[in-house]
C-alpha cells in the first residue's frame, strides 16, 4: 500500500519529467556509479569500433546492459560539461563556461542542486575521486556541494608547469583530499590507479556497512599528458594512448568486480561515459571520433557526441542498443525518477530517459538538444535526425599538421556563414549541407532555436537570456 502511494505521488510531482517505467526497479535505494572520463573519443572503445587496443570490461559492460548510439554532451569542453552533467541544466543556464583553471575565481553557484546534494537527501554516502573542475576554491569544491569524500584534482591534469607550450602560465597542480592540498605536481601515472583503489575501497566500506552509496569516478585520463602505471605501460600494443585507455577498462573492471565480491552488483546501476570528444590538435595522444565529423571544441557531432554505457544486473536489458537522442542533462532527472526524489528547486533542462535505459521506450524524451559553446555562443543543435548548424567559427586539423607525442599541433579555423542542415540518419559523418532541399525543417528547427535563443541567450547575437543564472563569486557569493 505505501509502495503503491509513493509510485502514485511520484508520477503526480514528476510529471514534467515524464512517468515511471513500467518495469519498476528492484530497489527504492539502488546505488549509482558514475564513471566519467575526459576527451575519450566517440571510436576509442571496442563497443564503438576501436580495433587498435582491447577494451573487454567496457565491452563486457555494454554487452550485459545498454548502449546508446546517438548519446551527447552540452558543450565539447571540460567545466561545462561535468556542470550540466551533475546539475541536469545546460551549462550556460549557470554560469559555467569553458574550461575553468587556477585563475578563475568563479564555480558552481551553492543554490544548484547536484547529484551529490539528491542522493544526500536520501541518505546515501557520496564519493568524488579524481578530476572536479566546478572551480578550485573552497566554496566550490566538492565537499561544499554533496559530497562526503573528495580525493583528486581541481582542474585539468595539463594545467600545471609542466604545460607543454605555455608551462609559465601555470601554477602547481594541487592534489586535494577533503580541502587539503596533499601534493603538488602528483605523479599522473599514478592517477588512474589511485582513483581507482581509492573507489575500490569506498565500495567495499559502504556494503559492508550496508549503506547505498552514489560514486563519481572522474578519470582525467585520457586528457593530455597521458600517463598510465608502470604495471600496464606498452601492454595494449596501440601506443601510450591505447595503454592509456586500456588501464580505465582495467579501472572499470575493478569497480565491477568489487561490486560483485561485496554483493552488490544486482543492486547497482553504472553509468559510463566520456566529457567530450577527443583533443585532436594532438596526434598520436588523441583518440578517434570517427565515423563523426571533428572532434573536442567543436559542435560536430565528432565532439558533442560520446559512448554512453548502462549497466544494471536483471533491470537493464542485456545488449539494449538505443538509438534516440539523449544528453548528459537527462542524467539528473533520470536519478530523480529512479530514486522518486524531490525535484531542485531552480529549473532544470533535462528530461528523464529511464524508459530508455531500461528499454521499455524507444521514443526520444526531449523535441531537441542544443549545443552551445565558448562565451554562451549556441553553434548548433539537433531534433529527431536533423542537425542544424548556425553560422560561427570552429577549429579543425583537416589540413593541418598533427601533434606528436604530446606536443599539439596547431589548428586552422573555418568559419559557417550561413545555416547548414544535416541528415544524421543518411550523413552520420556530417558532409552533405541539405539546407536548400528542406526550407521547411530548417525555418522549424531555426524558431525553436530563437525561442532558446530567448531564454538562454546567445552571445553571438548579443542576447542575454532571460532564463540564464550567475555561478558562483568567490568571497561574497551572489545571492538569487
Not at 535505494?29 to 582491447?54: H, Q, R
Not at 551533475?86 to 575565481?105: E, V, W
Not at 596501440?238 to 561485496?262: C, M, P
Not at 554483493?263 to 570528444?277: K, Q, R, W, Y
Request: aromatic share 10%.
Amino acid at each position: 500500500m505505501q509502495k503503491a502511494l509513493i509510485v502514485a505521488l511520484s508520477a503526480v510531482l514528476f510529471g514534467f519529467w515524464g512517468s515511471h517505467s513500467q518495469i519498476e526497479p528492484r530497489s527504492t535505494t539502488p546505488n549509482v556509479v558514475l564513471i566519467f572520463v575526459d576527451d575519450l573519443g566517440y571510436a576509442d572503445i571496442g563497443a564503438y569500433g576501436a580495433t587498435a587496443y582491447k577494451t573487454p570490461e567496457l565491452d563486457r559492460m555494454a554487452s550485459e546492459g545498454a548502449l546508446f548510439t546517438d548519446f551527447y554532451v552540452s558543450q565539447p569542453v571540460c567545466s561545462a560539461s561535468r556542470a550540466s552533467l551533475l546539475t541536469g541544466t545546460y551549462a550556460n543556464r549557470i554560469g559555467i563556461h569553458g574550461a575553468l583553471g587556477p585563475s578563475n575565481s568563479h564555480g558552481i553557484h551553492s543554490d544548484e542542486t547536484t547529484l551529490a546534494e539528491l542522493f544526500k537527501g536520501r541518505a546515501y554516502a557520496t564519493a568524488i575521486f579524481g578530476k572536479w573542475h566546478l572551480g578550485h576554491l573552497p566554496d566550490f569544491l566538492p565537499t561544499e556541494h554533496g559530497f562526503d569524500t573528495f580525493y583528486g584534482i581541481p582542474y585539468s591534469n595539463d594545467m600545471w608547469p609542466n604545460h607543454p607550450e605555455s608551462p609559465e602560465a601555470w601554477v602547481d597542480l594541487p592534489t586535494i583530499e577533503g580541502t587539503n592540498t596533499v601534493g603538488l605536481n602528483t605523479d599522473q601515472s599514478r592517477f588512474t590507479t589511485d582513483f581507482t583503489s581509492r573507489a575500490v575501497e569506498f565500495i567495499t566500506n559502504q556494503a559492508a556497512a550496508k549503506t547505498p552509496f552514489f560514486l563519481y569516478l572522474a578519470h582525467p585520463m585520457p586528457h593530455v599528458p597521458l600517463a598510465v602505471s608502470e604495471e600496464r605501460f606498452g601492454k595494449s600494443g596501440a601506443g601510450l594512448f591505447g595503454d592509456v585507455v586500456a588501464e580505465i577498462d582495467w579501472s572499470v573492471g575493478e569497480v565491477l568486480k568489487t561490486l560483485k565480491t561485496t554483493g552488490v552488483d544486482e543492486n547497482t546501476l553504472v553509468m559510463f561515459i566520456s566529457d567530450n570528444g577527443p583533443w585532436m590538435s594532438y596526434g598520436n595522444h588523441a583518440g578517434s571520433a570517427l565515423p563523426l565529423r571533428e572532434g573536442k571544441g567543436t559542435t560536430w557531432d565528432g565532439g558533442v557526441r560520446v559512448p554512453f554505457l548502462v549497466r544494471w544486473p536483471g533491470v537493464i536489458p542485456e545488449g539494449l542498443r538505443v538509438s534516440a537522442p539523449a544528453m548528459t542533462i537527462d542524467v539528473f532527472p533520470t536519478m530523480v525518477d529512479l530514486l522518486a526524489a524531490p525535484p531542485p528547486k531552480l529549473p532544470i533542462d533535462g528530461s528523464s530517459i529511464w524508459k530508455l535505459m531500461d528499454g521499455t521506450s524507444s521514443d526520444p524524451v526531449q523535441e531537441a538538444y542544443y549545443f552551445y559553446y565558448n562565451r554562451n555562443e549556441l553553434h548548433a543543435m539537433r531534433s529527431g535526425n536533423w542537425k542544424l548548424h548556425f553560422p560561427h567559427s570552429y577549429r579543425t586539423m583537416i589540413g593541418q599538421v598533427p601533434g606528436k607525442d604530446g606536443m599539439p599541433g596547431k589548428y586552422d579555423y573555418t568559419p559557417i556563414t550561413g545555416l547548414e542542415l544535416y541528415d544524421l540518419n543518411t550523413d552520420i559523418s556530417e558532409k552533405t549541407d541539405v539546407s536548400s532541399l528542406h526550407p521547411d525543417v530548417v525555418e522549424r528547427l531555426t524558431r525553436m532555436a530563437n525561442e532558446k535563443r530567448a531564454e538562454l541567450g546567445d552571445a553571438l547575437q548579443g542576447i542575454e537570456g532571460r532564463g540564464s543564472r550567475e555561478p558562483g563569486k568567490n568571497v561574497v557569493d551572489v545571492k538569487r
